[in-house]
Structures are given as structure tokens and as C-alpha cells.
């Protein structure tokens, strides 16, 4: 079975500068998509950025991207220009390859951005 | 843009009761989950439903759950025989078959009493 881990509980970094989120994940599969989504204090769950595996090239979004190290089973989240809107709890997330397969979650790091 | 709806946002009801929480997907969605949270913890994957049948389940979802599309636009999960444990916060999510992306409503808390 997948599993996805979080190591750092809580982390925070001062607006305006940059923070990275690690994630690492266990999987047999050579072919699978990664996500990290964002959960505000309304606890709505909003997507962030995607990965697939098969891709070399890093996924970006605006002030967001990863570092996708398939062979260390590693994907971490970089926030750049930290925003106070980006205090929130964010989770990576991995999915088997086949349509419709479910999120794997891991347990999250709370994000605070301080002014 | 379109989104994924739920309804009610809170729920409260008493242990031993029937619950249904409402999920109106994506309109060109062919996939729809349900996952949980319980206050705390991570995001747990419940069910997922395509063409009109489930086509995985976690061990959680055991015969005190059960899903349905009524019609051409909700899907709905309902919990039979409430416990306290069942209390937690009810995401709906969809998805079209290619891409696959997963998009999230807001989530129904659900309080068992």
C-alpha cells in the first residue's frame, strides 16, 4: 500500500520571504501523480499544484512549485513571496496512475506566515 | 468556474440516527469520492463511484455506508445508525475520467451527538 509522510508538522516563515514543505511518499509503481492541496481555516480543500511522475521537468504555479526527486520518492513545496493568505494547512497527496484510483493523503503541515 | 457543491455545511444529529449528505459534482464529472476527516487528522478516502456503481472502498466504508447518484446531478452518501466516532468533517470530490484531477466541495461537518 501507498503511504505519504509529512515530517514537519508545523512550520512558518515571515511574508514576503520563502518556504519549502517536504513530503516523501513509499510506492511500487512507476507511474502515478502527486498533488499538494491547501486547507484554510474554512478547512475547504484547494489544490495547489500537481506532479506526474513520468514528467522530468518540475511542475511551477505563480509563486508555488516542487522539487520532484522520483528516485528519492520526495516532493516538496515551495511557496515563494510568502503571502499572509498562505497561512494554511497543506497536505501532499499521491494517486495511483488508473483513472478514478483515490488520494492518499499524508497528515499535513500547518503553514504560518507571520507579518 | 465550476465547483463542486455539499449540502448542508453542519449537520448535527443523535447517535443511532440516519444521515444523508449531498454532493452535486462537476457537471462533466464521471467520478465522484467521498473522503473524511476527523478533526485533526488527515484526509481519509471512503468510497469512489463510476458509472453508477463503487469502484473502490476503504476498509471504513462498511455496511453502515452506503452511496448513490438519485439522478442526473447528486450523489449522496448516507450513514446508517450514527456513532460518535462518525463525527467529522464529509468531503465530496469529482473528477473527469482523463487529467484526473480531483476537485473538493467545502465539506459538511458532521456532528454525532
Known amino acids: 500500500a501507498q503511504t505519504v509522510t509529512q515530517s514537519q508538522p508545523e512550520m512558518s516563515v515571515q511574508e514576503a520571504e520563502t518556504v519549502t514543505l517536504s513530503c516523501t511518499y513509499d510506492?511500487?509503481?512507476?507511474?502515478?501523480?502527486l498533488f499538494w492541496y491547501k486547507q484554510p481555516p474554512s478547512r475547504q480543500m484547494i489544490l495547489v499544484i500537481r506532479?506526474?511522475?513520468?514528467?522530468?521537468q518540475n511542475a511551477t504555479e505563480n509563486r508555488f512549485s516542487v522539487n520532484f526527486q522520483k528516485a528519492a520518492k520526495s516532493f516538496s513545496l515551495k511557496i515563494s513571496d510568502s503571502q499572509l493568505g498562505d497561512a494554511a494547512m497543506y497536505f501532499c497527496?499521491?494517486?495511483?496512475?488508473?483513472?478514478?484510483?483515490?488520494?492518499?493523503f499524508g497528515e499535513g503541515t500547518q503553514l504560518t506566515v507571520n507579518p | 468556474e465550476p465547483e463542486v457543491t455539499q449540502t448542508p455545511s453542519h449537520q448535527v444529529t443523535q447517535m443511532g440516527q440516519e444521515v444523508i449528505l449531498r454532493c452535486v459534482p462537476i457537471?462533466?464529472?464521471?467520478?465522484f469520492y467521498w473522503y473524511r476527516q476527523i478533526l485533526g487528522q488527515k484526509v481519509e478516502f471512503l468510497v469512489s463511484?463510476?458509472?453508477?456503481?463503487?469502484?473502490?472502498k476503504s476498509e471504513i466504508f462498511d455496511d453502515q455506508f452506503s452511496v448513490e447518484r438519485p439522478d442526473g446531478s447528486n450523489f449522496t452518501l448516507k450513514i446508517r445508525s450514527t456513532k460518535l466516532e462518525d463525527s467529522a468533517m464529509y468531503f465530496c470530490?469529482?473528477?473527469?475520467?482523463?487529467?484526473?484531477?480531483?476537485?473538493f466541495g467545502p465539506g459538511t461537518r458532521l456532528t454525532v451527538l
Open positions: 470530490a469529482s473528477s473527469i475520467v482523463t487529467g484526473d484531477t480531483q476537485y
Open positions: 510506492t511500487s509503481e512507476s507511474d502515478y501523480y
Open positions: 506532479q506526474e511522475a513520468y514528467k522530468q
Open positions: 497527496a499521491y494517486r495511483r496512475w488508473a483513472s478514478g484510483s483515490r488520494l492518499t
Open positions: 457537471s462533466n464529472h464521471l467520478y
Open positions: 463511484f463510476y458509472n453508477n456503481e463503487i469502484s473502490e
